[in-house]
């Protein structure tokens, strides 16, 4: 008996640690597989794939979208949706083509913006309606004859659905768009849903605020450079602010995204533009966008659109590139001619706008070059940086007189706020 007791206390001894280890085992795969579905649940989900939110409100009705190359969305195929198809794998379908195949949908025609219903015309290029060849609706241009949709083209319309990548930047015409779409619906009696998507400059609000007598096309409201929002929330401030022709106000709806805050890192899976052509280029724009109204050369033309400036005229340096005619940059400036300048490839990533580009760039060009264009101001929203610039004030104090601006429009801001 003595020799069995040990024998016995060790075989209980052993029993318990299996068991406990089996416990602590299924333990760590329960954690493992929580951690991995919340690790699946912070994958950002866009407005368009938010359908269960959006589809019974276009049931029965008439629509047009206004929409572009980046009009697209991933969802379950279900036989409801394509009833050629079975099963219910995950599959990327364009939101036109979607909409169009939706049994009670009735969409009836598309509005194109900036770049054209497949985004590969030249910047400020005219863009002609057309017929779109898969599903055979007519695409009417919103950056042709007219950038505001008419009276006659909304006739029998219900509902307007508005799903364009935006990258958060005044002078990045879509917001424009987004304007003139909302003026137009609400003058006649049309809804409006916006099909929210992730600003990749979120995450900061910079720059100089735009001043009234400056607005156009290429800004519109009296906003910073770079505005903090989501183009659902844009939508938001321009209904709320009451910025639309006479203040009217439409019957707006935003579809929200999911498991997005203004901190979330997104790399936007379809170039917005042709010359936006990665991660790199859409941080960088809003700081090199102000060449677009200077005769520097940033990028256009190369296959480096916003990662790069320079100029001819500017003294010899172990960095030079020649712009050609390409998508997006059919008459770069400096078309066919060496240029000298700075690659900005691996520079940091940016979390507010840098004026040192555009300062040195000024440095660089000879007294005998003009530097400054005629849309440098419309694309600055003001005057005075051109002024602050050529005076020789520094970085810092010219972002001084930017202060109070950012103040009051973040209190603006504030009010149409979706996301944290």
């Known amino acids: 008996m003595i020799l069995f007791k040990p024998f016995k206390s060790t075989y209980l001894f052993l029993f318990l640690l299996m068991n406990f280890q089996l416990i602590s085992c299924a333990q760590t ?20 794939e938010n359908t269960n939110l959006y589809l019974n409100l276009l049931k ?128 006649n009696g049309i809804q409006v849903i916006v099909l929210d998507r992730p600003n990749p400059n979120g995450h900061y609000i910079d720059g100089p605020v735009l001043e009234p ?58 170039k917005p533009s042709p010359n936006l052509p990665n991660d790199k280029s859409i941080n960088l724009y809003p700081s090199l966008g102000f060449f677009e109204g200077t005769t520097i050369n940033a990028g256009r033309g190369t296959e480096f ?17 020649t712009p050609k005619a390409n998508d997006g940059a059919k008459y770069p400036k400096h078309k066919e001619k060496l240029c000298y300048g700075v690659d900005l490839r691996q520079a940091p990533h940016l979390s507010k706008i840098n004026l040192s580009f555009l300062m040195d760039a000024y ?22 940086l051109q002024q602050q610039i050529e005076q020789g004030l520094s970085e810092q104090e010219i972002r001084k007189t930017w202060a109070k601006g950012l103040v009051n429009f973040k209190i603006i801001r504030e009010k149409y706020l979706i996301y944290n």
Request: aromatic letters at 10%; glycine letters at 8%.
């Open 213 to 270: 007598k400056h607005s156009s096309f290429v800004g519109k409201h009296s906003v910073p450079v770079v505005y903090g929002m989501t183009i659902g929330e844009y939508a938001q401030m321009i209904n709320g602010e009451k910025w639309l022709k006479n203040n009217v106000q439409c019957d707006l709806k935003v579809i929200p995204l999911e498991h997005y805050n203004h901190n979330s890192t997104y790399s936007l899976p379809i």
């Open 29 to 48: 795969t329960k954690e493992k597989s929580e951690k991995k579905v919340e690790q699946k649940g912070t994958t950002i989900k866009t407005g368009a």
């Open 60 to 187: 029965g009705k008439n629509i047009a979208i206004v929409a572009n190359h980046t009009s697209v969305l991933s969802v379950l195929q279900r036989a409801e949706v394509a009833p050629n198809v079975m099963g219910s794998k995950k599959v990327t379908h364009h939101l036109v083509d979607y909409l169009h195949s939706y049994n009670g949908i009735h969409v009836k025609k598309v509005f194109a913006p900036e770049h054209g219903f497949r985004g590969k015309e030249d910047a400020a290029a005219h863009v002609d309606d057309a017929i779109d060849t898969k599903t055979g609706l007519p695409i009417l241009s919103l950056h042709g004859k007219s950038k505001k949709p008419s009276a006659k083209q909304l006739e029998g319309i219900d509902v307007v659905v508005f799903d364009i990548q935006d990258v958060g930047v005044r002078f990045y015409t879509y917001i424009s768009t987004l304007h003139f779409v909302m003026e137009a619906c609400a003058e």
């Open 363 to 384: 440095k660089r060009t000879p007294k005998t070059e003009k530097f400054f264009g005629s849309t440098f101001t419309i694309h600055a929203g003001t005057e005075k």
């Open 305 to 321: 659109q916003f990662q790069r400036y320079g100029a001819p005229f500017f003294k010899k340096t172990n960095f030079s590139y």
